[in-house]
T-cell receptor, first 111, second 113 residues
């Protein structure tokens, strides 16, 4: 089955700096890679996703890159702001199967 | 409004109690899920329903019993729980089962005493 590892478990950055969270997956058949953000006391929400037929996707300050050969994908947040502070989860899904989540990264943006 | 509504938000129950968690979605989605979220652990998939049919039971103890009467409603019936079952229980839905984005509810914070 699929196994998703996420690093780092905690990340502290200064406001305005960039933050990068990396995930690796084990099943080469995985073809969908979403990222969810969960603020304290709130539900997880999808912030960006990427499918295996592209290598990069951007949405304003957020970008995701995918390296299928190395089986890893990363979330990049530029110009971080205090409201970016949250727990971020990556996930992967083999075709026709169910999402497998990483353990999460606590991001703290210091102002 | 999230589109996925869970009740109650908080629940405290003794180990001998029976209670139910409710989830409702008005997004027209075909798949619904129960996840368990414990501190410092990945989200754990418990059950999946696709078009009202259960397609996944991830080795969940029988003290958790799901019910999906229609594609908009999902229940999780609880009985004789253990303290280690205390967690945040999240319901989610997606358009299709598989590579479709999940829409989560706000969860039920369950404490078993």
């Amino acid at each position: 089955g699929e196994n998703v590892e996420q690093h780092p478990s905690t990340l502290s950055v200064q406001e305005g700096d960039s933050a990068v969270i990396k995930c690796t997956y084990s099943d080469s058949a995985s073809n969908y890679f979403p990222w969810y953000k969960q603020e304290l006391g709130k539900r997880p929400q999808l912030i960006i996703d990427i499918r295996s037929n592209v290598g990069e996707k951007k949405d304003q300050r957020i970008a995701v890159t995918l390296n299928k050969t190395a089986k890893h994908f990363s979330l990049h947040i530029t110009e971080t702001q205090p409201e970016d502070s949250a727990v971020y989860f990556c996930a992967a899904i083999p075709y026709g199967n169910k999402l497998v989540f990483g353990a999460g990264t606590i991001l703290r943006v210091k102002s | 409004e999230t589109g996925v509504t869970q009740t109650p938000r908080h629940l405290v129950m003794g180990m001998t109690n029976k209670k139910s968690l409710k989830c409702e979605q008005h997004l027209g989605h075909n798949a619904m899920y129960w996840y368990k979220q414990s501190a410092k652990k990945p989200l754990e998939l418990m059950f999946v329903y696709n078009f009202k049919e259960q397609t996944e039971n991830n080795s969940v103890p029988s003290r958790f019993s799901p019910e999906c009467p229609n594609s908009s409603h999902l229940f999780l019936h609880l009985h004789t729980l253990q303290p280690e079952d205390s967690a945040l229980y999240l319901c989610a839905s997606s358009q299709e089962m598989g590579d479709s984005p999940l829409h989560f509810g706000n969860g039920t914070r369950l404490t078993v005493t």
